[in-house]
């Protein structure tokens, strides 16, 4: 009972946190704000979180939680590879969007807070990878892919797929990305996946 509540409490806090983070950005949220939103005295908070950078991370480590969990469910859902690696590419556009919008006012926090926020993102990678193998070992069983090094092809999707993330990451202004930019973004991640699977597909 005392645990099921504090995960309800964990739970509320990075609710709000990540309400404020989007609305405001890092730099313009303070604990005190966070902790007046769900009616919490600051020294309850930081007996939760030690600072802002703590909860911040929090934030980031919940939504990469939920977004895998989410994937997890499609696996056994009757899809082919062909359309979960697809729904997957959805998906993986709108999680991109959604934590552009939790720090694109802080990505110079980041980039100088590079050593503590790399491993959170790698673990998230090998999940990733993970993720994406159990898709196309779903699709060798049920014929649709030729058999192949799995673990290779896993880790280059995701290289690619972050690739593609990357090249638009440069090119863009992270206050003003537009949703036809978020568009065209969806529209590489789908030529990748019809490209990267007509390549591995059993021959006819």
């Not at 909860?55 to 939504?63: C, G, K, P």
């Not at 934590?99 to 790399?118: G, Q, R, W």
């Not at 159990?134 to 690739?163: C, P, T, W």
């Amino acid at each position: 009972m005392v645990n099921n509540e504090k995960t309800e409490i964990v739970e509320s806090i990075l609710q709000a946190a990540k309400a404020r983070l989007v609305a405001y950005g890092l730099d313009k949220t303070t604990m005190n704000e966070i902790a007046d939103d769900i009616g919490m005295s600051k020294a309850s908070l930081y007996y939760y979180f030690t600072n802002k950078e703590d909860l911040f991370r929090a934030v980031i480590q919940h939504e990469h939680k939920h977004f895998l969990e989410e994937q997890n469910t499609y696996l056994n859902s009757g899809l082919s590879a062909y359309q979960l690696l697809q729904n997957y590419a959805d998906e993986r556009l709108k999680f991109f969007q959604d934590l552009l919008n939790i720090n694109k006012l802080n990505l110079h926090l980041i980039h100088k807070s590079k050593p503590a926020f790399a491993p959170l993102f790698e673990v998230f990678r090998q999940k990733e990878i993970l993720l994406i193998h159990q898709m196309l070992e779903h699709g060798i069983q049920n014929k649709e892919f030729q058999s192949f090094d799995v673990r290779q092809y896993a880790e280059l999707f995701i290289d690619l797929i972050q690739g593609l993330r990357r090249n638009f990451t440069l090119k863009k202004d992270f206050i003003n990305i537009s949703q036809e930019d978020y568009q065209m973004l969806g529209r590489q991640y789908h030529l990748l996946v019809q490209i990267f699977c007509t390549g591995i597909k059993c021959p006819s």
